[in-house]
């Protein structure tokens, strides 16, 4: 497991560090890398009492919908490819970001965002919980 505290949920930050870390060790994540044109494929990666790590590969028209995450806040890191983060605010869009690899975004537990696949070739992103995701 890569460096991090093991006592206690981490913030945004540490999450946000924590997946682009993940994101430079394909050792850890690339075998498991499958595409699927119907559905988003999901791997955990890792879990415990504070942290939870997800690998997702992404293809056209891929879309989680809108969604907070519960008690968890979380980060994502793009591995491969393009996905497009929308988070909602109180009067509409609060935010539209494109990211590529190597893009990054954090979000805490009340933020409602959307994660769809932003065209071209299949994408993966890797993710991180903390505490780890039970429901959203």
Same mark, same amino acid.
């Given at each position: 497991?890569?460096?991090?505290?093991?006592?206690?949920?981490?913030?945004? &930050?540490?999450?946000?560090?924590?997946?682009?870390? +993940?994101?430079? !060790?394909?050792? @850890?994540?690339?075998?498991?890398?499958? *595409?699927?044109?119907?559905?988003?494929? +999901?791997?955990?990666? *890792?879990?415990? #009492?504070?942290?939870?790590?997800?690998?997702?590969?992404?293809?056209? #028209?891929?879309?989680?919908?809108?969604?907070?995450?519960?008690? $968890? $806040?979380?980060?994502?890191?793009?591995? &491969?490819? !393009?996905?497009?983060?929308?988070?909602?605010? @109180?009067?509409?869009?609060? /935010?539209? =970001? @494109?990211?590529?690899?190597?893009?990054? =975004? #954090?979000?805490?537990? /009340?933020?409602?965002?959307?994660?769809?696949?932003?065209?071209?070739?299949?994408?993966?992103?890797?993710?991180?919980? /903390?505490?780890?995701?039970?429901?959203?």
């Amino acid at each position: 497991m890569i460096g991090r505290p093991l006592d206690r949920d981490l913030d945004r &930050e540490e999450l946000r560090r924590l997946t682009l870390e +993940y994101a430079e !060790r394909p050792d @850890l994540w690339q075998h498991l890398v499958k *595409h699927d044109p119907d559905a988003r494929i +999901y791997e955990e990666l *890792h879990r415990d #009492d504070h942290l939870g790590i997800w690998l997702i590969c992404w293809m056209k #028209d891929h879309d989680t919908g809108f969604h907070d995450h519960d008690i $968890s $806040s979380g980060a994502l890191t793009v591995v &491969e490819g !393009r996905v497009r983060e929308e988070r909602l605010g @109180l009067k509409g869009m609060a /935010s539209n =970001v @494109l990211l590529r690899p190597g893009g990054t =975004v #954090d979000f805490g537990a /009340s933020d409602i965002h959307r994660v769809t696949h932003a065209g071209g070739g299949p994408a993966v992103t890797i993710h991180a919980y /903390s505490p780890p995701l039970w429901r959203m």
